[in-house]
């Protein structure tokens, strides 16, 4: 419950790139047990979280096996914003920070929050993926 930017992020990718279909239940970050065929991420002894110094969606990205240069840059932003150890230091961190944040203050309900930044992050990729990853 009271998904963020890494929370954002991780849904986003599944739904993007590993399963359109996927749906999402938001519960406590501790003490939920897991019903037959759920997966937990990002949250406490989840099968996909932090792992290291690498952020759920660094994590999610990397275990898929994907090769795609334009979610490089958004996996640093999401690091940098989620884990606050400014390691890639992005010049879009503190914009895509403030937008996130703007969308967790208008919306308590963490559908919306989820609805609204998956459209972020699809344009985000987008602009990536034209102008590659160096942009």
Request: hydrophobic letters at 40%; charged letters at 30%.
């Amino acid at each position: 419950k009271g998904i963020y930017v890494d929370r954002m992020a991780s849904a986003w990718f599944v739904r993007r790139f590993i399963d359109p279909n996927a749906q999402f239940k938001f519960v406590p970050a501790k003490g939920y047990k897991p019903l037959p065929n759920e997966v937990r991420f990002d949250m406490f002894e989840a099968e996909f979280t932090h792992e290291g110094d690498r952020c759920t969606l660094e994590v999610l990205i990397g275990r898929s096996g994907l090769r795609d240069s334009a979610l490089i840059p958004i996996a640093e932003i999401v690091h940098d914003i989620d884990l606050k150890d400014a390691k890639f230091q992005r010049p879009e961190t503190i914009g895509i920070e403030r937008l996130v944040t703007g969308i967790a203050m208008a919306n308590k309900d963490d559908n919306m929050r989820l609805e609204r930044a998956c459209a972020v992050f699809d344009d985000f990729y987008e602009y990536f993926r034209r102008k590659g990853a160096g942009a």
